[in-house]
């Protein structure tokens, strides 16, 4: 296996065995998102700030230009359900498919129709607001959540010809949801308001948070081998979670229905780093994550972390990370 990370310049392909970080192949703009493929081996896709959608069969050593030119990509996501079916989110907020591996994609219906797209706004520019995060259903083909950034999570059953508006008591700033594949109607998110969690298919919401110190969470992971095992990245607020040289990034693991305990082995204290960004791997235990300092990774469900690899040079903030294999 190896991991591809997303730098605010860079693409970078990570061997955790060798503990290097290479150059990955070129793209001709800055990387925004990335996502493995589960069907294929090696393939994964990368989205860009205006250059539109690109694909690897290699592991990221060669990309590959397969269309939404001039979009500003912000997430991507392929389907566990369904080979070649590819999700994607804009900035403006615009959902996009495409069933053939990035051959022909078609746009879904209109997100603004939503009654809440009056209030959704992108605090920096509160004129703009982009969908932050694709989470498809790992069973059911048609069925996903998208999030607005900020003011909405929002769903469709039927592949994005129409979509359900988001309910009271969810969340409000969902920065990444995670689903087991053992439990497709249970919900993880990391949002900026907080914890969330719903068992019913985001009908209905909880937020246990006893234990976490600070309330602004970025990326969420869920050990393959345990579909309770939960580890979130946070921080005190947004201007402390992104940048390298001024964030207050933590991680912490939940260790009980409504507890979670802060990572310190791995992690510094004081927390003085980025809050990393998050995968699952492929076994029971493996969790990876990065940030500035570079890759970690723990084979015990979070709850000890091994720097296995560093960057030729630090970056200032990361957009993507995926492990492809």
């Known amino acids: 296996m190896s991991l591809l990370i997303a730098t605010d310049r860079d693409l970078l392909i990570v061997d955790p065995e060798r503990g290097v970080a290479t150059p990955a192949g070129r793209i001709p703009d800055r990387p925004t998102c990335l996502a493995a493929d589960p069907f294929v081996r090696n393939r994964a896709w990368c989205g860009t700030h205006r250059s539109g959608v690109f694909r690897t069969d290699d592991g990221g050593h060669s990309w590959l230009a397969v269309g939404l030119a001039e979009h500003l990509i912000m997430t991507v ?29 078609e746009r879904t219906s209109a997100l603004e129709k939503l009654l809440s797209s ?14 932050r995060w694709i989470a498809p259903d790992p069973a059911d083909a048609k069925r996903l959540w998208v999030a607005i950034e900020a003011g909405a999570l929002v769903s469709t ?39 969330f969690e719903s068992e019913d298919g985001g009908t209905t919401w909880r937020s246990p948070s006893t234990g976490l110190e600070v309330g602004y969470l970025r990326s969420v992971a869920i050990d ?20 390298a040289g001024r964030s207050d990034g933590r991680l912490y693991r939940r260790t009980a229905p409504n507890w979670w305990e802060r990572v310190r082995y791995g992690w510094p204290a004081p927390a003085n780093t980025i809050a990393p960004l998050l995968t699952a791997g492929t076994k029971a235990g493996e969790l990876w994550a990065a940030d500035e300092r570079g890759l970690h990774q723990s084979d015990d469900g979070g709850t000890r972390w091994l720097q296995v690899a560093g960057y030729e040079r630090m970056p200032q903030h990361l957009c993507g990370l995926a492990a492809v294999g």
Do not use: C, K, M
């Not at 369904?82 to 907020?93: D, F, M, Y």
């Not at 129409?162 to 700033?173: A, L, Q």
């Open 118 to 131: 009056s209030e959704w706004s992108f605090p920096p520019r509160p004129e703009t607001h982009h969908v």
């Open 157 to 195: 059953i039927d592949g994005g010809r129409s979509w359900r508006d988001r309910v009271p008591g969810g969340p409000w700033d969902t920065h990444e949801l995670a689903i087991h594949p053992s439990q497709p109607e249970t919900l993880r998110v990391a949002a900026g308001d907080g914890y």
């Open 77 to 105: 996501a392929a389907s566990r359900a369904r080979r070649n079916l590819v999700w994607v989110g804009t900035g403006p907020s615009e959902v996009w498919r495409s069933d053939d591996g990035g051959v022909r994609w």
């Open 224 to 243: 393959p081998g345990q579909p309770d095992g939960l580890i979130v990245s946070a921080s005190s607020g947004p201007h402390s979670a992104y940048v």
